[in-house]
């Protein structure tokens, strides 16, 4: 018998507490039988088999094949996926544990304000740049991409003391809000973002290919993803609005910017004792256009507006699940 399907998340920190949060709010509960194991399961999937590893690990393992799914960080990502294309980024885009790996130097170094400048400093400098950095491979291409003679220096551990103590001249790192690097005297450069990086989800590419039962699996999470994500940044506006005919409402809703709905408004009658024609019309629209369209639907006679959060809008098939289908087409 084959051995499960594998999800592998992040073992620690705050990108395991924003993991389990999202999956819980997209409908997929991870539940630990002890919360000292490194393995536990989703009710919704029951197929599948949750371990946690190290947000390195996690790449290196779907590379490898030994797991089939993971979430982990851009960053990461990138860092590790390899060259033969085992890695297959299903979703790149899942909202949380924002931030970029970027290039920093010395506070004291004034004039070296972007690359173009630091090139012109490492003249001055008349050897290469030192770098230290957890992240080799992405940091050699972005340095030599920008001509820029350098050695790196593998660190473990904080790298913001690095240029304080000398051992290296400037460091590439994960910044979220600045405030490390602020800290302890660095700047990241105007254009020295090497790579933007947020949570994404990977799959082993083989495995999609030749087990259906991977593919299937992966169909359900970006259903259940993107269905969450949409719902994230849409709500459910419902009012009344007088007027005779469900057929004229919808015009004059179409009209106005924002209040079209997804496909159009869905449009029913009120029944009221008084006589008078009333119909309730129900919409879904974008988060930052609630005012908009609280104005539109007032602007055409709607009253007793009421605003609701949605769990879910699914697709007839989600796009990057079709985008996924393509993928493994190439070569």
Known sequence: MSRPIRLSLPSKGRLEEATLEF???????????????????????????VIFQRAGDIVVSVRQGSVEFGITGLDVIEEKRGENGEVLVLHEALGFGACA??????????????????????????????VATKFPNLTERFLQQH???????????????????????????????????????????????????????????????????????????????????????NLLVTANVRGDDPQHIAQKMFVQSVIGGLQGPTISPVFVPCGEKWHSVTIVVRRDQLTQAIAELRQIGGSGIIVSPLTYIFEEEPPRYRAM???????
């Open 23 to 49: 999956l819980r709010a997209a409908g997929m509960p991870v539940v630990k039988l002890n919360p000292r194991q490194y393995q536990a399961s989703i009710p919704t999937l029951p197929d599948v088999q």
């Open 101 to 130: 790996l970027t290039l920093a130097v010395p506070e004291s170094w004034e004039d070296v304000r972007d690359m173009a400048s630091l090139r012109l400093h490492c003249q001055r400098l008349g050897r290469p740049l030192r």
């Open 147 to 233: 001509d820029i003679p350098h050695q790196l220096i593998a660190a473990e551990g904080t790298l913001e003391t690095a240029p304080a103590i000398g051992y290296a001249d400037a460091i590439s790192d994960l910044v979220s809000s600045g405030q490390t690097l602020r800290d302890n005297r660095l700047r990241p450069l105007e254009d020295g973002v090497i790579q933007p990086s947020q949570a994404a989800l990977i799959a082993h590419r083989p495995s999609l290919r030749t087990r259906p039962e991977v593919l299937e699996v992966a169909r359900r999470l970006l259903e259940y993803i993107e269905a969450h994500l949409r719902a994230r940044e």
């Open 325 to 331: 289908l393509a993928a493994l087409q190439e070569a």
